[in-house]
């Protein structure tokens, strides 16, 4: 099957219904239910978008089994060109979301496609799991799947060594071996677009190393979100039924973030890519490099993200008549600058890239770490605060739109209209703004950032354990050795 149309990725939701709870309801259709319609919708259209005619040369390449046009997320670089041209395809999907949906497909769809092309990586353990990924790669490739990851095993209690210790009652364990497959149970943390994806794909993560005794926790593979004994327990929904006037953004962009439970569930073993191999868990992310290649997917979202942001503050300034005031040209002036770091990383990451051992072309990792550490911990908080510092009270004098069809909607256009904008307009912008800075899905956006790619603690502790300050100490040596 080439490239899917967004009507084929609903009507594979609707044939394959998975256990989802939400707010005490068991979910029959995700596709249909409020929490998640809007969601599933606004995946569906970047589905459309590699059919678009004007689109699809850029969304899409020729699969090298059949030759129908694939999602380009899929394609194993080989060049810089193929990334940047990558990248190109990535940012048209971030832009439909404003950079607001971090887990459209093309997030996994890159891990999956590092992996293949590191495909011996996994052999290393058994011979047959290279095959296992390779195959897995070209069934979703082909069948364009939508993808799902829960890599954080739910802990009893934190423990501060680098090693996470594992309570067999609590994380995702290995039960049994049996001819079928593996038998796993436990639960996982956080399977973003969980009950809206076809797959669930569960692996280790580094900022929550393994410890040597943790074998039945060292695995890898992927399954069918349909799978009998997986159930994904969903937050409460951030789509509140409202207009796109209202909530712009949370009655458009709900990608759900998900607690997995794993009921003694059957993994076939052609879906299981490692097994009991602590060192392969904890070292695939640099043995494949599918850091960098996430990365890379991450990085360019952000920088999507940041000029969204960058471009609302601009309208916010010129509706609020304030763009010659000192302070606010300084707090603009701060987001251009985050905007044009985060883009001179994405950029050095392609420049300065290359073939891994596998030759697979590979982003840089240090600007791609950079860029993606600064947005998380600092950028996009602080991008979020800049909106309201200069939207002030205009986020809170904020008509719904029913308030226009009303008999105060005189007041309201007459009070609320602004040198540049009548009431509406204003209303309808800084609607955005707030959806952007201060309701519940913009609280969970900047949690988002914060914490989605591990917790900046444990992510720096493994930057100070692993980056190379050697040359840069040796020099200040030499420094101090003119002084005697
Ligand atoms: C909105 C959102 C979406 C997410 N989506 C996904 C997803 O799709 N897939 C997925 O797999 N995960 C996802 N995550 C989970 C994310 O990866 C984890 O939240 C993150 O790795 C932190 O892990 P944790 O929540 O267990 O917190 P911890 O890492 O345990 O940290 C909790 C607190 O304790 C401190 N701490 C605890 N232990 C240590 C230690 N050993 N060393 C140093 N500090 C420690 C931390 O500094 C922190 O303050 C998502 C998270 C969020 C918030």
Request: net charge negative; glycine share 6%; with cysteine.
């Amino acid at each position: 099957m080439p490239a899917r149309t967004g009507e084929q990725y609903i009507a594979g939701l609707k044939e394959r219904p998975r256990e989802v709870w939400i707010r005490g309801e068991r979910v029959e259709d995700v596709t249909t239910h409020p929490a998640f319609k809007n969601g599933v919708k606004s995946v569906a259209a970047l589905y459309d978008m590699q059919h678009d005619p004007e689109m699809q040369a850029a969304m899409t390449y020729p699969s090298p089994t059949t030759g129908h046009p694939v999602g380009l997320s899929f394609q194993i670089p080989r060049t810089i060109e193929d990334l940047v041209r990558r990248r190109k395809m990535m940012e048209h999907w971030a832009w439909s979301s404003c950079g607001m949906m971090a887990r459209s497909p093309d997030f996994l769809n890159i891990i999956f496609s590092s992996w293949a092309g590191a495909a011996g990586y996994f052999a290393q353990n058994r011979p047959e799991f290279e095959m296992n990924v390779n195959n897995y790669y070209e069934y979703i490739r082909e069948n364009d799947l939508a993808l799902t990851h829960a890599l954080i095993n739910l802990q009893r209690s934190r423990d501060p060594s680098p090693v996470t210790a594992l309570s067999e009652q609590v994380a995702l364990t290995l039960v049994k071996e049996t001819d079928a497959g593996i038998v796993v149970h436990g639960s996982r943390v956080l399977a973003t677009l969980g009950p809206i994806s076809d797959d669930i794909a569960i692996y280790p993560v580094a900022t929550h190393r393994l410890g040597d005794d943790a074998n039945r926790h060292s695995f890898s593979f992927s399954i069918p979100c349909d799978t009998p004994g997986l159930k994904f327990l969903c937050r409460e929904s951030l789509d509140q039924g409202r207009s796109h006037f209202d909530h712009p953004l949370g009655s458009r962009f709900e990608e759900m973030d998900s607690t997995v439970f794993f009921d003694n569930v059957l993994v076939p073993w052609e879906r299981v890519f490692l097994l009991g191999d602590v060192d392969l868990c904890n070292g695939y992310g640099e043995g494949t490099s599918s850091n960098s290649h996430t990365g890379h997917q991450i990085l360019t979202r952000c920088v999507v993200k940041a000029e969204f942001v960058l471009g609302l503050a601009d309208l916010v300034i010129n509706t609020l008549g304030t763009t010659t005031i000192p302070q606010v040209q300084e707090r603009v002036a701060e987001m251009i600058t985050h905007r044009e770091t985060l883009r001179a990383c994405l950029r050095a990451a392609e420049a300065d890239a290359t073939l891994n051992q596998w030759g697979v072309m590979t982003p840089a990792g240090g600007p791609i770490m950079a860029g993606r550490t600064m947005f998380g911990r600092t950028i996009y908080p602080r991008m979020v605060e800049i909106i309201q510092l200069l939207g002030t009270s205009s986020l809170m004098a904020l008509p719904s739109e029913c308030d226009f069809d009303t008999t105060i909607a005189p007041e309201i256009n007459q009070y609320l209209a602004t040198d540049t904008a009548n009431a509406r307009d204003r209303s309808k912008l800084f609607h955005l703004a707030w959806d952007v800075s201060c309701s519940s899905f913009s609280g969970r956006q900047v949690l988002y950032e914060r914490m989605f790619g591990g917790d900046p603690v444990r992510t720096a502790i493994i930057l100070f354990n692993n980056y190379n300050r050697e040359p840069f100490a040796e020099r200040v040596r030499e420094f101090l050795a003119t002084s005697d």
